[in-house]
C-alpha cells in the first residue's frame, strides 16, 4: 500500500478507509451532467480567478449552490453572491446533489448534502498546484469530485505536505471521495496534456462537492 494511503487493485472502487477512487460511477449521468455544467455557466460564466499573491490561475472556475468558492487579493472564502454580477450563484442542479449524495454513500460518508459546488474547467496546459480543502465549516463531510472530458493525472498526497503523493490517472465518469482521515489530504492536477475527448473537445471539467456553511 503507497505511504499515503491509497489503494489499487482490481475492484471497480479502488480505496483505503476514507480516500475512494469510483471508476465510471458518473457514466451513466455524464452527458445530463455536462448540459447542466453549460447551464450554470450561461448564468455565470467561467472566469480566472486571482490569487491572494496575484497570481491568474490556469484553470477557470464557476460556482453554484447557496455558497461559491472565491480568490482575490483579499483571500481564498466562500460567498453567496458572484462577485463579477453581484447576484447569488445559480442553484446547484437536483441531478448534482443527486450524483454526490450517492458519491459519497458509497465511499461510506452517508447523507452527504452539499451547499457548495465549484465547476473548474481545464484547457491543455492548466494546472492546480497541490493544496489542501480547508476552508470549510464542517471538515467532518468529505469532498466529492466528479471527472468529465479529457483524461487528467491527479495528485494525492496527505495532511502534510512532506507526506509522498501518488499520481492517479482519472478519466471520463471518475469520481473521488475523500473524507475522514484524509479529509485534509494535500491534492492537485498536473498539467492537463493536449487532446480532444467526444463528450467535451479539448477540454476537462472538473465538479466538486463541498459542505462549505457546515450543518449540511
Given at each position: ?86 447576484r447569488p450563484w445559480p442553484e446547484m442542479p437536483a441531478l ?121
Amino acid at each position: 500500500m503507497p505511504a499515503n494511503g491509497l489503494l489499487f487493485d482490481d475492484l471497480p472502487r479502488r480505496s483505503a478507509p476514507g480516500a475512494h477512487l469510483l471508476d465510471g460511477f458518473a457514466l451513466p449521468v455524464a452527458a445530463d451532467l455536462l448540459r447542466a455544467v453549460e447551464v450554470v455557466a450561461a448564468a455565470a460564466p467561467f472566469r480566472h480567478l486571482i490569487t491572494p499573491g496575484g497570481r491568474r490561475m490556469s484553470v477557470a472556475m464557476t460556482n453554484c449552490g447557496r455558497l461559491g468558492w472565491v480568490s482575490d487579493r483579499r483571500g481564498y472564502r466562500y460567498d453567496p453572491i458572484d462577485p463579477e454580477s453581484g447576484r447569488p450563484w445559480p442553484e446547484m442542479p437536483a441531478l448534482f446533489g443527486d450524483l454526490a449524495d450517492r458519491a459519497a454513500t458509497a465511499a461510506g460518508f452517508p447523507g452527504f448534502r452539499p451547499d457548495a459546488c465549484l465547476i473548474n474547467l481545464y484547457t491543455p496546459g492548466a494546472r492546480l498546484g497541490m493544496h489542501q480543502d480547508r476552508d470549510e465549516g464542517d471538515l467532518t463531510q468529505p469532498i466529492v469530485s466528479v471527472s468529465l472530458g479529457l483524461p487528467a493525472v491527479f495528485q494525492f498526497g496527505g495532511p502534510s505536505r512532506r507526506d509522498p503523493v501518488t499520481n492517479i490517472d482519472l478519466v471520463h465518469g471518475d469520481v473521488v471521495v475523500w473524507g475522514g482521515a484524509w479529509r485534509l489530504a494535500h491534492h492537485g492536477v498536473k498539467e492537463l496534456r493536449d487532446g480532444s475527448h467526444p463528450a467535451t473537445g479539448r477540454r476537462r471539467i472538473n465538479i466538486t462537492f463541498r459542505c462549505a456553511a457546515g450543518g449540511c
